[in-house]
């Protein structure tokens, strides 16, 4: 019994050490953001740690719900282009400060009181490149 056991175990441990295709993760190594008002035009672009989570926090708490279709006038355009350790990038634009579209899904309405926090943001903080 205690052998079959100790079979078992050993089993378990040889699949898991197998090596993986694919990461489990994918970390995001650089942002790039292009941010446009009126005729102003911010780019920064962020590789340190703690402004990558800046940004990556902003991006949640905007919360995108339904979808919709955009209208026509935007008063403010935004870029943000998450670059990661494997696999494609994710491109997240924000028109004015009611929508949102992630790579080639769906827009999305959002929160306008979210989306404003983005300018003093990048404001806050200097491109790293």
Known sequence: MKRILWLLIFGL???GCGRQKQPLHRVVTKVQVEYIQGEDTLHRTYTSTTSIQSVLTYLRIL???GPVIP????DT????TLTYSSGPNS???QHGDHYLQRD???WARIDNSHATL???LLLLLPSEE
């Open 77 to 80: 355009t935004c870029r943000i």
């Open 63 to 65: 919360r995108p719900f």
């Open 13 to 15: 441990f040889l699949t």
């Open 71 to 74: 209208e026509k006038e935007a």
């Open 104 to 106: 080639d899904q769906d």
């Open 91 to 93: 491109v997240f634009l």
């Open 118 to 120: 983005l300018y003093p």
